[in-house]
């Protein structure tokens, strides 16, 4: 089985890796990381590999510098990987994102399963998933919290829907988008490190893609524009107490026991 | 292709453009700055420049008649036989733009056995109703190909769906298959003096507001949050009902179960909630504040930090990625407060904060800010609650 994975470069300053054992921030001097949903998504490709065996290549679309996620993906385990960068493709949003994916995907071909992580932690949007699949003309499963069954002609999966998960299933080639739930992300082993040291990454370009007009990517081919953005700016506040705040806080939480709001 | 341009005479190579880069794609070189493969694009450095010195160069107009769009359709979800709270939400917001551009409001529901008495009062003017055993189970193809070609035939200029794992699954589906764009997540939403929908939501990793526009394109696509909006009923419009024919398709999907969840206590009707973010780094450090709660009959939960730390359940996160609550009371220990966590307590209607630092964010949207180790203080309050 052939299995792509999609991973993105993310800002790091959301503050949302922090070492569990001295309770620090991870930063390394690095800006930027793996989208942590990604690893997820890395993680369930790798077991789907050893279900079934196969080859998993990992995509990112980005600057140069991205190939950094492509190095941990090689590392965590998965073959090899694809840097999808252009200039002509900066400035994406939902709907060009999805579409440069699947061109860049379709370029490599002969997949048979597409793996996105639920979200990002910068655009948070948790939607180029399905519009990939869309865009690819193929099933799409969100939010994956399970592969049930998994065979050269289909895929079962336990969907997320809120309140039930629902059991579907759908012929391959698919796009999933997979939850926090399946399964926790491995750490890289050395012999991951190294191998991820010597890799090599094809950069996928416009030039390879089957549509070649520009005004298709990027910034050109988004549906939605940045009108601006802003600073939430805070006024101080009149209400802050700084002595006496722990009585204050007790008698809250005194009345509040008793029922009163 | 876009490119970002500077007019060189007007910066005045402050360099704030290469501070504000979160993405280190502008550098100043000889005094003025270039632009590196980086940039998303994301126009911090546009909105930070203070002479308005950088622009967007090379970006065509793409012609689109908006004008043969009109009205603004809610997507109506149904969950246990009712129409959903979000949608109800939804409607509310709806008519609210609808009126500003003296246009109609319109339901679409694709579901097996509809209320439709409940769909006549549901505040709309016309629903657009796709019944059939087909729909039973959700199947993105059947569902979004139906509403696709309702959407093709009523065009209405907006369309906005709840931000639910479903909605959130339609929406890129149709978004693709219209070819238009859609914003996820909205805070909040306006119209804008070309009658275009301006789409406000939290971006960059939560600590930015942006406004999104869809200009040429239509429908401009929209999901929304539980409990962002209010309910507002306008119980005098009476909804015409039109049925609408499912089409012919056979399905690639195949829904095998529906396994039910256990009931976890939902954090977005609790009464009572206490919050706990950052300030927070160890699993260990968890347990004092579950027994804050359970003292005072309240629900734990936490920002997105916790949540990706593996601290805390994806269903106890409250914010733009979790869930947004509409307690009567929620003491928040360690926010800090990112307009991500904010996006979600809009309807709190008291919020106490407990945090070391007196400029957080928090402290100055909080009813009361309270400046205090969140430790020391948290086990002084329950020691004092269980001492009584």
Redesign the interface.
């Known amino acids: 089985m052939k299995i792509a994975v999609c991973v993105k470069q ?2 790091s ?6 070492d ?1 054992k001295s ?2 921030l991870i930063r390394n001097g690095e ?2 990381v793996i989208n ?1 949903y990604d690893l997820f998504a890395v993680e369930m490709a790798l077991r789907i590999r050893e279900r079934v065996g196969g080859e998993v290549f990992a995509f990112t679309m980005g ?3 991205a190939k950094k996620v492509l190095i941990d993906s090689v590392a965590m385990g998965v073959d090899g990987g694809y840097l999808v ?1 252009d ?2 493709f ?2 994406a ?3 060009a994102t ?1 579409k440069t994916l699947s061109e860049a995907i379709t370029f490599v071909g002969g997949f048979d399963l597409v793996i996105c992580g639920r ?1 990002t ?11 990939l ?3 690819m003309n193929i ?2 499963l ?2 994956v919290n399970e592969v049930v069954e998994i065979d050269e002609k289909n895929i ?1 999966a ?14 391959l080639p698919a796009v999933i988008s997979v ?3 399946c399964g926790l992300p491995r750490i890289p082993s050395l012999r991951g490190k190294l191998s991820a040291k010597k890799a090599v990454f094809p950069v996928i370009s416009l030039d390879d893609l089957f549509d070649k007009n ?2 298709n990517y ?3 081919g ?11 700016v ?4 009149n ?4 002595e006496g ?2 009585e ?3 008698g ?3 009345s ?2 008793k029922g009163d ?1 | 292709m876009a490119i970002l341009s500077v007019d060189n005479s007007k910066c005045i190579s402050c360099g704030i453009c290469e501070k504000s880069c979160k993405f280190q794609g502008v550098k100043i070189e000889n005094k003025y700055p270039i632009f590196n493969d980086n940039c998303t694009f994301c126009f911090e450095c546009i909105t930070a420049c203070p002479t308005s010195a950088i622009t967007v160069l090379g970006l065509e107009k793409k012609e689109f008649d908006t004008t043969l769009w009109s009205g603004v359709m809610v997507y109506l979800e149904i969950k246990d036989n009712i129409l959903s709270e979000v949608s109800k939400e939804l409607i509310g917001k709806a008519r609210e733009l609808a009126n500003t551009l003296s246009e109609k409001v319109f339901g679409v529901v694709i579901n097996h056995n509809i209320n439709l008495e409940e769909l006549k009062t549901c505040g709309v003017d016309t629903v657009f109703v796709a019944e059939g055993e087909q729909f039973a189970d959700f199947k993105l193809d059947l569902v979004g190909d139906c509403l696709h070609s309702i959407i093709e035939k009523v065009k209405p200029s907006i369309f906005l769906v709840g931000a639910t794992n479903q909605g959130k699954t339609i929406v890129p589906y149709i978004s693709v298959k219209c070819e238009t764009g859609m914003t996820a997540d909205c805070t909040s939403l306006e119209i804008d003096k070309n009658g275009n929908l301006i789409q406000i939501r939290p971006a960059f990793g939560g600590n930015i507001m942006a406004e999104i526009l869809t200009e040429n394109s239509r429908p401009q696509i929209a999901t929304v949050r539980e409990k962002i909006f209010k309910i507002t009923v306008d119980v005098k419009t009476q909804a015409e009902i039109v049925k609408v024919q499912g089409l012919e398709v056979v399905s690639k999907y195949d829904v095998l179960k529906i396994v039910k969840k256990a009931v976890d206590s939902d954090i977005s009707h609790a009464k009572i909630l206490i919050a706990i973010g950052n300030g927070v780094k160890k699993k260990e450090e968890i347990a004092v504040f579950q027994k804050l709660a359970d003292e005072i009959g309240g629900e734990l939960c936490s920002s997105r930090a916790l949540v990706e730390a593996g601290l805390m359940p994806q269903s106890r996160q409250v914010g733009l990625s979790g869930k947004a609550v509409s307690a009567d009371l929620m003491f928040a220990f360690g926010i800090s407060g990112s307009a991500q966590f904010l996006a979600g307590v809009g309807g709190v209607k008291t919020l106490i904060a407990i945090n070391a630092d007196p400029d957080a964010n928090i402290m100055t949207i909080a009813n009361h800010g309270i400046v205090a180790d969140i430790f020391q203080t948290s086990a002084e309050v329950l020691l004092s609650l269980r001492k009584k």
């Open positions: 993310v800002p300053d959301n503050k949302s890796l922090m569990k309770g620090t800006t930027s942590p600057a140069g510098s960068s200039l002509a900066a400035g949003d939902v709907f999805a979200q932690t910068d655009g948070d949007t948790g939607e180029v998933a399905i519009a699949a869309t865009h099933c799409g969100p939010f079962t336990s969907c997320d829907f809120g309140k039930h998960n629902a059991i579907t299933k759908c012929p939850d926090k739930d520009n005004n990027g910034l050109s988004s549906k939605t524009s940045v009108l601006r953005i802003y600073n939430t805070f006024e101080t506040s209400n802050i107490i700084k705040g722990l204050f806080l007790k809250k939480f005194e509040v026991k709001l």
